[in-house]
């Protein structure tokens, strides 16, 4: 069992729509990434949080410490956020652990 | 700075040869990592580096497997008696060390081995 989950797996949307992503870890962590990986295998940061919420653009993240729990949420998506986004948890000792992934697909 | 950088970025090889790949993180980053991913799955843990010190190997390291970081700037891994089952995108991904930093990530190595 993967110690970071995430869901879902694979996610379609039209362009315009609301999406969510979710991100769930089973010990206490010092701060939580959430990345972007394109075609070709470059990863971008998008947050890196430990409490609360960030916004950059039509990207927001929020994190539940209590809950263990962490959304990555984009508004108005477009085509171009098509990617695979990853959860990556960092523990106290700066050991860093990754979740699955969700394949976000965008159409038009 | 140019960020992390990893060579080579693809790499093909018979099985039972030797490979090596080499990473550049950023200058003064004292935590190194490594991961591999296979298709369709997030990144696997491999091993990490705080400046020239190998903290901790993942279980996925086995004995064909070896990491350094000898001057704690630049890394390289090497597989030996390469395997099939090997191929797959090695990343390698820096941060300062201290908490609450971000990590930086190279734009992987791809290892086919046919």
């Known amino acids: 069992k993967n110690e970071v989950e995430q869901s879902p797996q694979n996610l379609t949307a039209q362009e315009g729509e609301f999406i969510t992503i979710n991100c769930s870890y089973s010990?206490?962590?010092?701060?939580l990434h959430w990345l972007q990986q394109h075609p070709g295998g470059g990863i971008v940061s998008l947050f890196m949080?430990?409490?609360g919420k960030k916004k950059h653009g039509r990207l927001i993240a929020t994190i539940n410490i209590q809950e263990k729990h962490s959304s990555l949420h984009i508004t108005a998506s477009h085509p171009r956020d098509s990617a695979v986004y990853i959860c990556a948890v960092l523990y106290n000792n700066n050991d860093m652990r990754f979740g699955a992934g969700t394949r976000l697909t965008v159409k038009p | 700075d140019t960020g992390v950088s990893q060579n080579p970025r693809h790499k093909i090889t018979k099985r039972g040869q030797n490979v090596t790949f080499r990473c550049d993180p950023i200058?003064?980053?004292?935590?190194l990592y490594w991961y591999r991913q296979t298709l369709g799955q997030g990144p696997e843990f491999l091993t990490y580096?705080?400046?020239?010190?190998?903290?901790?190997k993942s279980r996925l390291l086995s004995d064909r497997f070896s990491a350094e970081r000898p001057k704690g700037s630049f890394s390289t891994l090497e597989i030996q008696r390469t395997e099939q089952g090997d191929s797959a995108m090695y990343l390698c991904?820096?941060?300062?060390?201290?908490?609450?930093?971000?990590?930086?990530f190279g734009q992987g190595t791809r290892l086919t081995v046919v």
């Open positions: 991904a820096s941060s300062p060390g201290q908490l609450n930093t971000e990590a930086f």
């Open positions: 580096f705080q400046n020239e010190a190998q903290l901790e």
């Open positions: 949080l430990s409490s």
């Open positions: 200058s003064e980053h004292n935590r």
């Open positions: 010990v206490g962590i010092s701060a």
